[in-house]
């Protein structure tokens, strides 16, 4: 007879929910973008500067700093693009900017989409394909989230390994709907969503830059949001393996590794997240945007040189 412990149990309990929420209907999730929507806004954009970025940074929350160290600096409002979203939320200040760093020529996202303003996940990722049919070749994505790992500590900085997709179970997938082969083929492997290649460059940085003791590797999980996690959803994303949470970065990297992109993914860890009843800390905005800027230098740092060794490495490659 076989034995289960109270963790077994646990365990299964959330997996139980997984399978819950994969039977929800995913009706009214197809992709609301054309292919001669995706055209019409790159060329805009390609007639609009002479800028050709081989490196996409999108920047998250309080993290729109890390387009400052960007030489010859062409900006343009999300606003005045065509087709482009708006960002709403505070600490991504909606622009989108052109520039170099160490002669390898960027593009940075000062703000982001997320499904809670609205948007659909076709909006949400708009940028991505833009930046394939631009012919950039990385994705850098930063976010701010919380740490669920009880070795975190706030001000940490996670290189994302991998991913866990909530709302992808619930059928909230940016690839639902028919499958455009210009951009990618219809069934994508995820396994390798983050690349090996970089996510060593970026330790190694880490440990050039004397920043090993708050650099580490684990599991994003995303959640819709908007509201912080509760106690319960906390300890059953804990039980799946998650080290930290946020409402962003994984529709976008979908979609870049469909279109062919080259990804590594960086977390701040801005607080941590509850999973003891008795704890009187309560998470806020306000928080999140305060610890992005206390390691501002420190980020700017390690994504200034990592586009340098991006774009290095994929000289030696071709």
């Not at 529709?251 to 701040?268: F, Q």
């Amino acid at each position: 007879m076989i034995r289960y412990s109270q963790h077994h149990f646990k365990y299964i309990q959330c997996i139980y929910v997984c399978v819950f929420v994969c039977v929800h209907l995913t009706s009214g999730n197809s992709c609301c973008c054309s292919f001669e929507d995706y055209k019409l806004t790159t060329e805009w954009l390609l007639n609009q500067t002479s800028h050709r970025p081989k490196v996409a940074v999108i920047c998250g929350s309080g993290l729109g700093l890390l387009a400052d160290g960007a030489a010859n600096k062409q900006i343009f409002r999300y606003q005045d693009i065509p087709n482009f979203p708006v960002s709403t939320v505070q600490g991504h200040e909606g622009c989108l900017v052109f520039g170099t760093i160490e002669d390898t020529p960027c593009v940075f996202m000062q703000g982001h989409f997320h499904l809670y303003e609205g948007y659909s996940l076709c909006k949400v990722t708009f940028p991505v394909r833009i930046f394939k049919l631009m012919g950039v070749e990385t994705l850098l994505v930063t976010n701010a989230s919380g740490g669920i790992c009880p070795d975190f500590k706030v001000g940490d900085i996670m290189i994302i390994k991998d991913h866990i997709n909530l709302p992808g179970f619930a059928g909230q997938h940016p690839l639902c709907g028919p499958n455009d082969e210009r951009f990618g083929i219809r069934f994508p492997c995820m396994s390798d969503a983050y690349s090996k290649d970089l996510r060593r460059v970026a330790l190694d940085i880490g440990s050039e830059l004397g920043c090993s003791d708050f650099i580490r590797e684990g599991v994003y999980c995303m959640v819709s949001g908007p509201n912080f996690e509760t106690i319960a959803e906390a300890r059953m994303l804990l039980i799946l393996g998650c080290d930290s949470v946020g409402m962003s970065t994984v529709p976008e990297v979908t979609v870049a590794k469909h279109c062919g992109l080259r990804v590594i993914g960086l977390s701040l860890i801005t607080n941590k997240v509850s999973l003891d009843y008795s704890r009187e800390e309560k998470v806020n905005h306000d928080e999140v945007l305060e610890i992005g800027k206390m390691r501002a230098e420190v980020l700017q740092k390690l994504v200034t040189t990592l586009i340098s060794r991006c774009q290095q490495q994929s000289i030696n490659t071709h």
